[in-house]
């Protein structure tokens, strides 16, 4: 089946510094990749909508230039989260659709996420 | 928000029990999926079922989804304690949408 990877899946760095977050579709090329953000105990937040070969959608009360996404590639999509502080340590997730599987209703794929800790 | 609630919030059951969750949502949907967590994972994909849709079964899963309530339910027949997650309803307005998720539900089956 369809496998999104997600790298690294976990990292610790100092304030102010920024991290680069990568989701890889592995057998399958995604136009579109979805980044969410997920506190303890709480459910997904859609961050933004990843497109390859354009900018991304960003949603409401997201800042996109504190998280800058980059889509170069049919199979890649980063996340950097820049001069990061500790109110971004989260948890963050990326997935995609991959459309050989027919037309739309589309389950998505899950990166197994990154657990962000800055201190 | 095109998400509405999810209950319970929390459930417990004893093993081989069923459990039942139900979500709800606000706006016309095209899709409603259901995925399940286990902590500190990424999500995996249980059932979609699409809004001229009633019902679906997968394994020991059964969703229904009812649109004149906007309301959706899981349910888990003879729940092990591998069940034990947390489970969040999605829905998309169109069939190529983003997908916007549930405040879920946390599973506990004890053994």
């Known amino acids: 089946g369809a496998v999104v990877s997600q790298h690294p899946s976990w990292v610790i760095c100092k304030s102010g510094t920024s991290v680069k977050i990568e989701c890889r579709s592995l057998d399958f090329q995604a136009t579109t990749m979805f980044w969410y953000r997920q506190f303890p105990k709480q459910s997904l937040m859609l961050m933004a909508t990843s497109n390859e070969g354009s900018k991304a959608t960003y949603e409401q009360g997201v800042e996109k230039d504190k998280f800058l996404i980059n889509h170069a590639s049919l199979t890649l999509s980063t996340l950097t989260v820049t001069s990061a502080h500790p109110e971004d340590s989260s948890f963050y997730i990326c997935?995609?659709?991959?459309?050989?599987?027919?037309?739309?209703?589309?389950?998505?794929?899950f990166g197994d996420g990154t657990r962000l800790s800055i201190l | 928000s095109q998400q509405g609630e999810e209950d319970p919030q929390a459930l417990s059951i004893q093993e081989g029990e069923n459990a039942t969750m139900n979500c709800s949502y606000k706006t016309s949907i095209n899709n409603l999926q259901w995925y399940r967590q286990n902590s500190g994972r990424g999500l995996v994909h249980l059932i979609l079922?699409?809004?001229?849709?009633r019902e679906k079964h997968s394994g020991r899963l059964r969703v229904t989804l009812d649109t004149s309530k906007k309301s959706s339910s899981l349910l888990i027949t003879a729940s092990r304690a591998a069940d034990t997650a947390s489970y969040f309803c999605?829905?998309?307005?169109?069939?190529?949408?983003?997908?916007?998720f549930g405040p879920g539900t946390s599973l506990s089956v004890i053994p």
């Open positions: 999605a829905t998309s307005k169109t069939s190529y949408d983003k997908v916007i």
């Open positions: 997935s995609a659709r991959d459309p050989s599987q027919g037309g739309g209703n589309q389950p998505q794929h």
């Open positions: 079922i699409r809004s001229n849709e």
